[in-house]
């Protein structure tokens, strides 16, 4: 029996020959992230069991961007507990205020991560660079801390989905509204413990923004992760970011998969996450008169250069409404900087957008946007669970830029064709 995109990296990386579901592996590992609340606890687990090095100080990145500038004197301390270790390992790849950016954007941008490489990161997002090739999943701090020393991790080989994508995106339906359908199709265990393999001709008309952003909520679907095969767009992506030499792998036409799935991206149409479960999706036409407080357009699902060109399209010349408070997050230092180069920032600003430094800010409920009793929020971030960005009777829709920017003008939830 042939193997799944997924099972060949980690059979590389285990020294096999091949894998199969089920089988427990030790892999090598080609990065390990943490960020400014997880990293904390790895660093305490790490010192606890007396490791006194990291195993390449060019496979580690640490990200300070959940708090940061830091909101109050606990974050401060996490992030300066972090400042330390990056200075005593000669951590190369840490990133702090002025430099850093939403960690699953800012490393596939910055090149850190390639095809073909096996990433672990103490977040459970970290399966966006499967949008790469890569076979990439979120891990407790505990494996996180071995990983920063030893350069391996223990896995069990998922088994895989394989999702079939035809057609093309229509206009104003993005990755965003791929992943949410899908989600809704399968539920939020539909893909537990399982690599969600995306494959098919539709997956051409793909952009990189849609694939990091399809990859991204692999998780909440349930998956170890989420993988796309990898193309000319790939390549081109990473050409001119990454340095050096990347490896593509690809699914032998025999895999074994647990189900197949296919999806018509011609018939998408925008999506609405309710609350309080990814999986509780509408179409844009199903959502009825829904009366919101509050957008975030951000976020490390959706606050790329291509989320922001689409907010600004729909809200250049017009106005958010006076009982929405609209707020812009631009996921990193370079996508800040493109929006002011092209102009974004000044369509936000007259909109009457607040435009925030690269944060996660609101999306985990921190700060740069805290929902009141009985508030709703329209948001490109990627969970809506109870209490999840601020009190536990506020309500989040998770839905695409180009929805919540149709939202934050028309002061409920709306999709651009009602502008």
Same mark, same amino acid.
């Given at each position: 029996?042939?193997?799944?995109?997924?099972?060949?990296?980690?059979?590389?990386?285990?020294?096999?020959?091949? &894998?199969?579901?089920?089988?427990?592996?030790?892999?090598?590992?080609?990065?390990?992230?943490?960020?400014? *609340?997880?990293?904390?606890?790895?660093?305490?687990?790490?010192?606890?069991?007396?490791?006194?090095?990291?195993?390449?100080?060019?496979?580690?990145?640490? &990200?300070?961007?959940?708090? /940061?500038?830091?909101?109050?004197?606990?974050?401060?301390?996490?992030?300066?507990?972090?400042?330390?270790?990056?200075?005593?390992?000669?951590?190369?790849?840490?990133?702090?205020?002025?430099?850093?950016?939403?960690?699953?954007?800012? +490393?596939?941008?910055?090149?850190?991560?390639?095809?073909?490489?096996?990433?672990?990161? =103490?977040?459970?997002?970290?399966? /966006?660079?499967?949008?790469?090739?890569?076979?990439?999943?979120? &891990?407790?701090?505990?494996?996180?801390?071995?990983?920063?020393?030893?350069?391996?991790?223990?896995?069990?080989?998922?088994?895989?989905?394989?999702?079939?994508?035809?057609?093309?995106?229509?206009? %104003?339906?993005?990755?965003?509204?791929?992943?949410?359908?899908?989600?809704?199709?399968?539920?939020?265990?539909? =893909?537990?413990?399982?690599?969600?393999?995306?494959?098919?001709?539709?997956?051409?008309?793909?952009?990189?923004?849609?694939?990091?952003?399809?990859?991204?909520?692999?998780?909440?679907?349930?998956?170890?992760?989420?993988?796309?095969?990898?193309?000319?767009?790939?390549?081109?992506?990473?050409?001119?970011?990454?340095?050096?030499?990347?490896?593509?792998?690809?699914?032998?036409?025999?895999?074994?998969?647990?189900?197949?799935?296919?999806?018509?991206?011609?018939?998408?149409?925008?999506?609405?996450?309710?609350?309080?479960?990814?999986? %509780?999706?509408?179409?844009?036409?199903?959502?009825?008169?829904?009366?919101?407080?509050?957008?975030?357009?951000?976020?490390?699902?959706?606050?790329?250069?291509?989320?922001?060109?689409?907010?600004?399209?729909?809200?250049?010349?017009?106005?958010?409404?006076?009982?929405?408070? =609209? *707020?812009?997050?631009?996921?990193?230092?370079?996508?800040?900087?493109?929006?002011?180069?092209?102009?974004?920032?000044?369509?936000?600003?007259?909109?009457?957008?607040? &435009?925030?430094?690269?944060?996660?800010?609101?999306? +985990?409920?921190?700060?740069?946007? *805290?929902?009141?009793?009985?508030?709703?929020?329209?948001?490109?971030?990627?969970?809506?669970?109870?209490?999840?960005?601020?009190?536990?009777?506020?309500?989040?829709?998770?839905?695409?830029?180009?929805?919540?920017?149709?939202?934050?003008?028309?002061?409920?939830?709306?999709?651009?064709?009602?502008?």
């Amino acid at each position: 029996m042939g193997m799944t995109m997924t099972q060949k990296i980690l059979a590389a990386h285990a020294g096999l020959d091949e &894998v199969k579901a089920g089988q427990l592996i030790r892999a090598d590992l080609d990065m390990v992230l943490g960020n400014d *609340i997880t990293t904390p606890v790895a660093i305490r687990e790490f010192e606890k069991a007396g490791f006194d090095g990291v195993f390449d100080r060019e496979k580690i990145s640490l &990200v300070m961007d959940h708090f /940061t500038p830091n909101k109050d004197i606990k974050s401060a301390e996490q992030c300066a507990q972090c400042r330390t270790f990056a200075r005593r390992f000669d951590v190369e790849h840490f990133y702090d205020v002025g430099r850093m950016g939403i960690e699953h954007a800012l +490393l596939p941008e910055q090149g850190i991560v390639k095809a073909g490489d096996c990433i672990i990161g =103490a977040d459970s997002h970290t399966c /966006t660079y499967g949008a790469l090739g890569a076979f990439s999943t979120g &891990v407790g701090s505990t494996d996180m801390a071995v990983g920063m020393a030893t350069g391996q991790a223990w896995f069990k080989v998922p088994e895989a989905l394989k999702l079939n994508l035809t057609g093309k995106l229509g206009e %104003n339906v993005t990755g965003k509204d791929v992943i949410l359908h899908i989600i809704g199709m399968i539920g939020v265990d539909g =893909a537990l413990y399982k690599s969600m393999e995306f494959t098919g001709e539709g997956v051409a008309s793909l952009t990189m923004e849609d694939r990091l952003c399809i990859a991204n909520m692999a998780i909440e679907a349930g998956g170890k992760n989420g993988i796309f095969p990898v193309d000319g767009i790939t390549e081109e992506y990473m050409k001119g970011r990454v340095d050096g030499e990347w490896t593509v792998f690809a699914a032998d036409e025999d895999a074994e998969y647990a189900a197949e799935y296919t999806v018509d991206l011609s018939a998408l149409k925008p999506t609405v996450s309710f609350p309080h479960l990814p999986e %509780n999706t509408k179409t844009i036409d199903e959502v009825g008169d829904v009366p919101i407080q509050q957008v975030v357009i951000g976020s490390c699902t959706n606050g790329r250069i291509e989320d922001m060109a689409m907010a600004a399209k729909i809200l250049q010349g017009r106005q958010v409404h006076r009982d929405v408070r =609209a *707020i812009i997050i631009p996921a990193t230092q370079e996508v800040y900087k493109e929006c002011i180069h092209s102009g974004y920032m000044d369509i936000f600003i007259d909109a009457g957008c607040v &435009v925030s430094t690269p944060t996660c800010g609101p999306c +985990l409920g921190g700060h740069m946007g *805290i929902l009141a009793e009985g508030e709703r929020c329209v948001a490109t971030t990627n969970r809506n669970f109870v209490g999840r960005m601020g009190h536990v009777k506020s309500e989040v829709y998770l839905a695409s830029p180009a929805v919540a920017a149709a939202s934050a003008v028309v002061g409920r939830i709306a999709g651009p064709d009602e502008l």
